[in-house]
Nanobody
Framework: QVQLVESGGGSVQAGGSLTLSCAAS????????MGWFRQAPGKEREGLAV???????AVVGSAKGRFTISKDNFKNTLDLQMNSLKPEDSGRYYC????????????????????WGKGTQVTISS
């Protein structure tokens, strides 16, 4: 059974940093596309970053230049390092996994993902 459990959320001031982690079980992060998504109140869930089985990454939108996605194949975990945080970064952050094994089908869109965690809340104060 695939399980994704996020941690590391919390409240920080604007300009600060936060690292989110996702512990995966039931499959290997080493051989699947993994991603981070965010959902703010009243908004659609948006993709932030993905990492494929070869470790290639894509960070999109407002996360570009500030967020870094990485994975630890040994620990079977996925991280999201977030810097220069802004109040508009507030929301619930979700870890997601795809049955996709390569970069051709690994992109930061909801339709590309098959499994989801329950999320962790991030609040950025100004």
């Amino acid at each position: 059974q695939v399980q994704l459990v996020e941690s590391g959320g919390g409240s920080v001031q604007a300009g600060g940093s936060l690292t989110l982690s996702c512990a995966a079980s039931g499959f290997s992060v080493a051989t699947h596309c993994m991603g981070w998504f965010r959902q703010a109140p009243g908004k659609e869930r948006e993709g932030l970053a993905v990492i494929d089985s070869d470790g290639r990454t894509a960070v999109v939108g407002s996360a570009k230049g500030r967020f870094t996605i990485s994975k630890d194949n040994f620990k079977n975990t996925l991280d999201l390092q977030m810097n220069s945080l802004k109040p508009e970064d507030s929301g619930r952050y979700y870890c997601a996994a795809s049955v996709c094994h390569n970069h051709y089908c690994c992109f930061p869109e909801r339709r590309a993902m098959d499994y989801w965690g329950k999320g962790t809340q991030v609040t950025i104060s100004s």
